[in-house]
């Protein structure tokens, strides 16, 4: 005798259906939602830009420290030699390029760590060694292999990636209910088929987070690499512009690489929520 | 209801929700609980019964009408109103039972000594005597909620306030509970305010049960006085006709939101 | 066989082929300057310690982790806290912190450089600006995930703001701090070998760029192996410290 007045609800409503009134208040608390954040950037791009103005006001030497009002101006100059563009499809490319590769063998490799006993045992140690050592290290080691075109710098954003996505994938497999692949062998599924039916789609979130941390690694990876042996690129254009105490380039390089990376996360979130939508089930 | 010891006043109450029309929760609510009564507070989801409760521990203010303990408007939280929150995420993990049950002594600056005395003598009345050494992440959700009484109980306040708190646990460890509530009040003879979606729960441990209105701006529609002797039990067949009474009246709350969520499609 | 004991065993056998098929590999198809084998690069190892500079190297790069990271620890830890406890500067915060993380740290080179020079100072700053931007944000995230009930059973327990900052704040933003401190101290790593291969004379970093003008690949790969030695000794550090110090405040 312990009914509840929830439970008288929640069977009446399953008689009901949603119904547009839900989705009007949906799409209301949607647009609410995002003004908020827009309203957010902008005070916070607003008070940062005044501060800035302050700031080099107050330090009073353009070429050390030029205001935004500067910067935005040489952004426009570089926009309009058509360098920023260039520089930042040569990072872009190498990224890309790069991740895609790395998050590819990273996933693998993981996966197949975190489902199989021998693998994880025979690999760990040498992947809890060679993880600790930061891309940028190989770098020559990178150009005497690779040569000193794009081969090496991004075979170094494909070692950034790998090890993050690796280790993200190998929880993943740990982190898939047992009780799902009870089900599949109840059911009569192969290992195989177990891996690509069961296993796979439930690590899909941990190989999806641990590629986005990755992609800020390449990031950094790709910044480096450029700022210490590259002829283009965002991370060349802003360590190369110290030579002529260009700082205003510098700075927009830098704004430029804040923008470009936000975006490409903010790409990357919607992607993998569209792809999680289809084969979630949470 | 004027005059008693804690007196909701026509008490309006409203969420800010920035640009649109505003969200009233409350719509003046008069509701009195006098000095040693339990009050269970029973109706549909969504209709207020957390947002009173909040108003009376102080966590939230009045928008319209007044609310009072003893004459004295209610501003903030304070140890006078103690809160038994609804599952187990009000408590320090990193502290243990014993230190968890102190907290509050903690605060006030009691001495250790006197604080390690009361707080294992409220373990021992909850039954958990052997079990402060524990940190919360080792004990079941029944402990964890007698953890919680127990830090509420060394306060030694006039007036508890329980949300849902036995809703996360199994049948069997509410029961317990409910009987040792029954207990605890009987003997210090607080002033308790419980909320409940479970009308047999409300049976068991009421002096008085208020029902309320579905929202929005809801109030309350109906008073009951449980005058069962205590210990009371389901079987018993004055216990069947309140249940059917107050299920009744549940129903119609009910029946409303659902028609109302139908009518606005 | 135990299962742990198998574990080790496998693992072990592992890198004995993978250093087996190094040398043999090294030895036979390669020159030193492509790729020195691991006795080459072992025998480099102790004869660049025996003149006392390879001393000196890991002094110079471990005092710019640590002097920055400790700053950085700091900074961060109590930025964090502060920012974090009030909702305006929460509201305020998080999007120009979104927006930065972006900015990888070691970009922020080029301009310490411009400003403070190639001395120490100027790398001190860059560290200490990686590990306080890392702890930061993690803190003001734990901070500003903390549970609502937590708080509010403090305050109706009679804490003050200041009490409740203390005993209930603090003690729920302690693992994101730790948290914190690892990943920055992992990025610190990373931000200190580029800037010593950019702008140093000396330090594991220097090691690894100068190889290339010095001719003796072997110490470059010295460095790389020592850098991945202190990077897993840190990393193991962290979690040790967590596990027996700090688990208690993990279980919050």
């Known amino acids: 005798m312990t009914s509840s007045s929830d439970a008288m609800a929640a069977t009446a409503r399953a008689a009901g259906s949603g119904g547009p009134a839900r989705t009007r208040a949906a799409v209301l608390k949607r647009v609410r939602g995002t003004a908020s954040l827009v309203l957010r950037y902008a005070v916070a791009a607003a008070a940062i830009g005044l501060a800035w103005e302050l700031f080099s006001v107050r330090f009073d030497s353009p070429v050390l420290f030029p205001g935004p009002a500067k910067t935005a101006a040489r952004a426009v100059e570089l926009i309009e030699e058509g360098r920023l563009q260039a520089d930042i499809l040569v990072s872009l490319r190498r990224i890309v390029i790069g991740f895609a590769v790395g998050s590819l063998v990273g996933a693998l490799a993981g996966l197949a760590m975190g489902s199989s006993r021998l693998i994880a045992d025979l690999f760990r140690p040498l992947v809890n060694f060679f993880r600790f050592i930061a891309p940028t290290a190989w770098i020559a080691t990178a150009m005497v292999w690779f040569g000193l075109g794009e081969a090496s710098k991004i075979s170094l954003i494909i070692y950034a990636t790998v090890f993050v996505v690796l280790l993200s994938s190998m929880i993943g497999v740990g982190a898939v209910a047992p009780n799902k692949i009870r089900a599949a062998r109840c059911l009569g599924a192969t290992d195989r088929q177990i891996f690509f039916l069961v296993t796979l789609p439930g690590a899909l979130t941990y190989v999806l987070t641990g590629m986005r941390m990755a992609l800020m690694n390449a990031f950094m990876t790709v910044v480096a690499a450029e700022m210490i042996a590259a002829e283009a690129g965002l991370g060349f254009l802003i360590y190369n512009s110290r030579q002529w105490m260009e700082t205003d380039s510098i700075f927009v390089g830098m704004l430029a690489l804040g923008i470009v990376g936000l975006m490409a996360d903010r790409l990357f979130v919607l992607v993998s929520r569209t792809l999680l939508r289809r084969f979630s089930f949470h | 209801m004027a005059g008693s010891y804690i007196d909701f006043s026509q008490v309006d109450f409203r969420y800010d929700a920035g640009l649109g029309p505003p969200n009233w929760i409350l719509k003046g609510l008069d509701l009195g609980i006098d000095r040693g009564e339990f009050y269970v507070l029973l109706g549909p989801s969504g209709c207020g019964k957390t947002t009173a409760l909040n108003l009376l521990a102080g966590f939230e203010h009045v928008h319209g009408g007044s609310l009072a303990v003893g004459g004295r408007p209610v501003t903030a939280p304070g140890v006078d109103r103690v809160v038994i929150f609804q599952g187990d995420d009000s408590l320090y993990g990193w502290l243990t039972a014993q230190e968890n049950v102190e907290f509050g002594l903690k605060l006030a600056g009691v001495p250790a000594a006197d604080r390690r005395r009361k707080a294992q003598q409220q373990l021992d009345f909850v039954g958990l005597g052997k079990q ?134 | 066989m135990s299962a742990t004991r198998k574990s080790f065993y496998r693992g072990t056998a592992c890198v004995v082929a993978f250093l087996v098929l190094w040398e043999a590999g090294a030895r036979l198809f390669l020159v030193p300057a492509v790729l020195p084998a691991p006795s080459q690069i072992a025998a480099e190892l102790v004869s660049y310690a025996a003149t006392g500079k390879l001393g000196y190297d890991l002094l110079m790069s471990g005092q710019r982790v640590l002097v920055g990271f400790a700053i950085g620890s700091l900074l961060g830890a109590t930025l964090g806290l502060l920012l974090g406890s009030f909702k305006a500067s929460q509201w305020l915060l998080e999007p120009p912190l979104q927006f930065f993380r972006f900015i990888p740290p070691i970009a922020w080179l080029t301009p310490v450089l411009i400003w403070f020079g190639i001395g120490e100072s100027g790398k001190y700053v860059l560290i200490a600006y990686t590990t306080t931007f890392m702890v930061m944000i993690n803190t003001f995230a734990g901070v500003v995930g903390i549970r609502q009930n937590q708080l509010r059973a403090a305050r109706c327990l009679g804490a003050t703001r200041w009490q409740a900052f203390r005993l209930v704040i603090i003690p729920t933003a302690l693992p994101h701090i730790l948290n914190g401190m690892q990943i920055g101290m992992a990025n610190s790593l990373q931000t200190l070998v580029v800037a010593e291969m950019l702008a140093a004379n000396e330090g594991l970093g220097f090691l690894i760029i100068n190889s290339r003008i010095s001719l003796s690949t072997e110490l470059a790969y010295v460095a790389i192996f020592l850098l991945g030695v202190i990077g897993f000794l840190a990393d193991s550090s962290f979690r040790a410290f967590a596990a027996r110090v700090a688990w208690k405040y993990k279980l919050a």
Do not use: W
């Open chain 2, 132 to 265: 402060g050494h524990k940190f919360p992440s080792q004990l079941s959700g029944g402990m964890k909620q007698r953890i919680q009484i127990a830090r509420a109980l060394v306060c030694e306040s006039p007036i508890l306030l329980m949300d849902e708190p036995f809703a996360a646990l199994d049948a069997q460890t509410r029961a317990i509970l409910q009987d040792e509530l029954t207990t605890i009040q009987q003997r210090t003879a607080s002033t308790v305010l419980f909320i409940t979606h479970d009308i047999g729960e409300a049976i068991i441990l009421a002096d008085r049960v208020g029902i309320m209105r579905s929202g929005p701006g809801s109030a309350l529609k109906e008073e009951i006085e449980i005058a069962l002797p205590r210990p009371r039990r389901r079987g018993d067949p004055a216990f069947g006709a309140l249940y059917d009474r107050i299920h009744a009246i549940l129903s119609e709350e009910v029946t409303r939101v659902l028609r109302r969520e139908q009518a606005s499609q």
